[in-house]
């Protein structure tokens, strides 16, 4: 028997982040936390997904140690799908909880909140991913 292999649009957040394979943390958080559901029952959504270097076991337990690592989540993602040729045109996003994203076009790419997005366009069934090299400036950790 031969595996099939899915396009990326049919696979779900969670698969597509696993599928990319630097991104074991945020998929864990995302599966512990329940975000990771609420991705694959509404949409579309805009993931700016943090890579194991960013987002990584000290990161983690600051998170855990200091508010609901749900809450958090939601700084990272925004309602609607916006590819890297919209987010040339736009200067502000907010997330689902709110949070203002300042996006920065420049001659090294685009920043999100400092954060510069490495890889973009990764496309999952409900949305779009893009990886960023760092946390946002000023996400709020601390309540």
Excluded at 18 to 27: D, I, M
Excluded at 80 to 101: E, I, M, N, W
Excluded at 109 to 121: E, L, M, N, Q, T
Aim: glycine share 10%; aromatic share 10%; charged share 20%.
């Amino acid at each position: 028997m031969t595996d099939i292999i899915r396009p990326l649009n049919d696979m779900t957040a969670s698969e597509v982040l696993a599928e990319e394979g630097n991104f074991v943390n945020f998929s864990r958080a995302l599966e512990l936390s329940g975000v990771g559901g609420m991705l694959e029952r509404k949409g579309p959504y805009t993931v700016f997904a943090p890579t194991d270097g960013v987002f990584n076991a000290e990161t983690i337990g600051n998170i855990i140690g200091s508010a609901k690592l749900d809450m958090v989540l939601w700084h990272f993602i925004v309602p609607g799908k916006y590819t890297y040729a919209d987010l040339q045109r736009l200067p502000v996003l907010k997330t689902v909880s709110g949070y203002p994203l300042l996006i920065t076009p420049g001659d090294g790419g685009i920043r999100v909140s400092g954060a510069k997005i490495f890889k973009r366009d990764i496309p999952y069934n409900k949305g779009i991913i893009h990886e960023i090299d760092r946390p946002f400036d000023s996400l709020p950790m601390r309540q």
